[in-house]
């Protein structure tokens, strides 16, 4: 019986055709996964003193999918009046359960001199805030979470 030899282009190409059709199938054949909704749920002025203050973060991650979601790290940057007073990272690793949620803090410490100067300028007992940053995720698809989040806390929260 005679042999039947393929040429090298011709052999490319059909490896080429063959791995294209795998990653259709996987793609088509893969869950669909919905993005994770991070939110800030508190934020308190923990205390502090002249050289330091420092804020502590809660957040809410809701995962609604039907598959864990593994939460590395997050960053996250407090913005008072505008500007940049307090910013933070934790590497503190947790797992969302699918269909579920799960609440972390995180401390963050403030730049004296602009928390100092937003605060003293303050004519009410509530401080309006910017939180953004990112959580980092254990996901082929997915490396960061960001999170954009504004709202105020109160003054008489300092705890002295």
């Known amino acids: 019986m005679p042999r039947v030899f393929i040429g090298a282009n011709r052999l490319a190409g059909l490896r080429s055709g063959l791995m294209l059709l795998l990653w259709t199938c996987l793609a088509a054949c893969s869950p ?28 809410q991650v809701q995962n609604p999918n039907d598959r864990a979601l593994p939460v590395s790290g997050l960053h996250a940057e407090l913005n008072v009046g505008g500007q940049r007073i307090a910013s933070g990272v934790s590497n503190r690793a947790f797992v969302v359960p699918p ?20 605060l003293a300028n303050r004519h009410s007992d509530s401080v309006d805030y910017d939180v953004t940053g990112a959580a980092s995720l254990n996901l082929p698809f997915l490396h960061d979470l960001p ?7 109160s003054l008489g929260s300092i705890n002295h």
């Open 32 to 59: 669909k996964f919905e993005r994770p909704n991070l939110t800030v749920v508190g934020i308190e002025l923990q205390g502090g003193n002249f050289l330091q203050q420092t804020f502590l973060v809660k957040f």
């Open 147 to 153: 999170f954009h989040q504004t709202g105020s806390f």
């Open 99 to 118: 269909m579920g949620q799960s609440e972390f803090d995180m401390t963050i410490t403030a730049n004296v001199a602009m928390a100092l100067l937003q």
